[in-house]
């Protein structure tokens, strides 16, 4: 456990932190899987408009460096394949 008064306070905001950042994760989670969902079902049309959703919870999630750029490159390059994909 930290003693000093600035090692508590810099505790608490890693804690906080984690928490920001556990929460970008558990999102990009959630919308890839209702993604996927969506492209199983074969609902293409809807997929693609949620695609965006995807995009927008990776970009902010790099942006506030959770993940790094090319991870979310890399997501959003999977995901355009797939719709893709299911177009053809």
């Known amino acids: 456990?930290?003693?000093?008064?600035?090692?508590?306070?810099?505790?608490?905001?890693?804690l906080r932190k984690r928490k920001h950042n556990l929460w970008y994760k558990n999102e990009i989670k959630k919308?890839?899987?209702?993604?996927?969902?969506?492209?199983?079902?074969?609902?293409i049309e809807?997929?693609?408009?949620?695609?965006?959703?995807?995009y927008q919870i990776i970009d902010k999630a790099a942006k506030e460096n959770v993940i790094k750029r090319g991870k979310a490159c890399r997501l959003k390059s999977k995901f355009a394949k797939l719709i893709s994909k299911a177009l053809a």
């Open 1 to 14: 456990m930290a003693i000093k008064k600035s090692s508590k306070r810099a505790h608490k905001k890693s």
């Open 46 to 54: 809807k997929a693609k408009e949620y695609l965006s959703k995807v």
């Open 31 to 43: 919308r890839t899987k209702e993604l996927q969902k969506m492209l199983k079902a074969k609902e």
